[in-house]
């Protein structure tokens, strides 16, 4: 028996150990912070920190340029500003950077930036994670459009959002709509309101999703923390190239998002995973299944009670795009299954001010080209330059 359990220790030990499991060496920029990114890749990086209105201390960073007007970078779900970084040369903000523009970067409340508060501890109090991406729009993004303004001086800034993060400005637009004067331009990058038209495998989690709700434990209130074992798995296993691309794109990644091989090869992928997921909370993965489910885009649902005391109706109110006054660009793919073109086209029809409505030419393109995809400064950059050449 003794022997058995020795052989077991050894055969764990080795597997653990072995080239499969512990790479050479990590790229170094799977190493870097933004701040380290961005000085690597030529540029001064400043960290700044925003309280919210409701006591969340949030990371935003800032590389400084020529050009007068801020442009804003708000990242997606599970995200955070490195999602405009990891590409170093190739990256959004480095790119924006390098023609001379003030780029800011922020932080979500929950990712591994922004896990503070002046009165919660996220490791304790479960409050800290009581958020969706409601709050992410209607509390945080303020907070750092103001702090922008008031840092630069100027009345009113350039935003660009990908995925939920443009889920939080639609949130913001039509709750807080005086933002809508402090935006000269919001560029909406694969842009999410409208969930209707989502197909398997997606679509099953969002049926399905009440069901898994009940089966998790309900002391979860967020997953893929920085602190959380799932999170070291993938970290583990994600950032070994070779069984990456299986385990952790054509398994992981594909199936929700959709990606495409050409735009994401291996060698990016330990970069990637070591920064990409950041924590999602439980509350946020439940509003995003009612909106699936009920085909509205609307507050979070409490039950017809807590409903009835929060927003005085028994159904929670839709939020109105009408009240979406600024201009806004939006850019979306032909094969990104999660902001699915008929969707986009729909939220189109209700907005009240598109001025660029941009189809990539590219068929193939999904929903973390827009972020991740090697070719950004060719197929993406040139248009995104050119918005905010026009709008500035
Ligand atoms: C980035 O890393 C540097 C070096 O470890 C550290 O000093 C800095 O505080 C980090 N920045 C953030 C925002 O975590
Ligand atoms: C990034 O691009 C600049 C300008 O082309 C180049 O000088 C620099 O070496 C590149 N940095 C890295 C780390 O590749
Ligand atoms: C998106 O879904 C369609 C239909 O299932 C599929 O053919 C396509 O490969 C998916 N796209 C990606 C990038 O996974």
Redesign the pocket.
């Known amino acids: 028996m003794k022997i058995k359990i020795t052989w077991l220790v050894i055969l764990v030990n080795s597997a653990l150990t072995s080239s499969l499991f512990i790479p050479t060496q990590l790229p170094e920029d799977a190493t870097l ?4 990114l961005g000085v690597k890749y030529g540029h001064k990086v400043e ?1 700044h920190t925003v309280v919210t209105e409701d006591g969340y201390i949030l ?1 935003l960073f800032r590389m400084p340029g020529k050009r007068k007007t801020p442009v804003f970078l708000m990242h997606g779900s599970g995200d955070s500003s490195d999602a405009y970084m990891l590409r170093g040369n190739k990256s959004m903000a480095i790119s924006l950077a390098n023609e001379g523009y003030d780029v800011w970067a922020g932080n979500g409340r929950g990712n591994y ?1 922004s896990r503070r508060h002046v009165k919660l501890d996220p490791d304790t109090d479960p409050s800290f994670w009581d958020y969706s991406f409601h709050e992410r729009g209607y509390y945080d993004l303020p907070a750092i459009i103001d702090y922008i303004l008031e840092a630069t001086g100027e009345k009113s800034l350039q935003s660009i959002a990908h995925s939920q993060g443009t889920m939080n400005f639609f949130v913001l637009l039509s709750s807080k709509p005086e933002y809508n004067d402090k935006l000269k331009v919001f560029i909406a990058m694969a842009p999410i309101a409208y969930l209707h038209n989502l197909i398997p495998p997606v679509s099953i989690i969002g049926e399905i999703g009440p069901f898994i709700n009940q089966l998790i434990p309900s002391s979860v209130h967020r997953i893929l923390d920085i602190k959380g074992f799932e999170r070291s798995v993938i970290e583990l296993v994600c950032t070994q190239e070779g069984i990456s691309d299986l385990f952790c794109v054509t398994l992981g990644v594909l199936p929700a998002s959709g990606f495409d091989p050409k735009r994401l090869e291996s060698s990016f992928l330990p970069i990637l995973f070591s920064h990409y997921p950041a924590a999602i909370s439980r509350k946020n993965l439940l509003h995003h299944n009612q909106l699936i489910s009920n085909k509205r885009f609307m507050h979070y649902d409490y039950g017809p009670k807590e409903n009835m005391k929060r927003y005085g109706f028994a159904v929670p109110p839709e939020y109105n795009l009408r009240k979406v006054t600024a201009k806004i660009a939006i850019f979306f793919g032909n094969n990104d299954n999660l902001s699915r073109p008929r969707d986009v086209e729909y939220l189109r029809t209700l907005l009240p001010n598109v001025v660029e409505y941009h189809l990539m030419k590219e068929k193939e393109w999904s929903h973390i080209d827009f972020i991740y995809g090697n070719d950004m400064p060719e197929t993406l950059f040139p248009y995104i330059f050119q918005v905010l050449e026009k709008y500035s």
Do not use: C, M, V
């Open positions: 912070n933004y701040t380290q960290e990371t930036y």
